[in-house]
Nanobody, 121 residues
């Protein structure tokens, strides 16, 4: 049974940083690309970042390029999203997901429960 458990969210002021973590289990972690999606109320989830099974290449949505960094640790079956210079428009529910293959396709297969990130004064 696939399990994806996010942690590290919370409330941060604009310009601040957060690091999201995702603990993955129940599947062969090395065989799949991993991604982060985010969703705001009333909108469809959007892909934020993706890292392929071989840790490269990585992909980012345009609005987070240069501010966010995705990484994975195969020894721990963990995925991370380092978020710097956060903006109010980054406020969303963030999901850790598996992709359908080892490369980044933009199609999520399994989803975590989500974790809230709020950027506000």
């Amino acid at each position: 049974q696939v399990q994806l458990v996010e942690s590290g969210g919370g409330l941060v002021q604009p310009g601040g940083s957060l690091r999201l973590s995702c603990a993955a289990s129940g599947f062969t972690f090395d065989d799949y690309a991993m991604a982060w999606f985010r969703q705001v109320p009333g909108k469809e989830p959007k892909g934020v970042a993706c890292v392929s099974q071989f840790e490269s290449p990585v992909y980012y949505m345009d609005s987070v390029k240069g501010r966010f960094a995705i990484s994975r640790d195969k020894s721990k079956n963990m995925v991370y999203l380092q978020m710097n210079n956060l903006k109010p428009e980054d406020t969303a529910l963030y999901y850790c997901t598996t992709e359908v293959a080892g490369y980044c396709s933009g199609v999520a297969l399994d989803w975590g429960q989500g974790i809230q990130v709020t950027v506000s004064t």
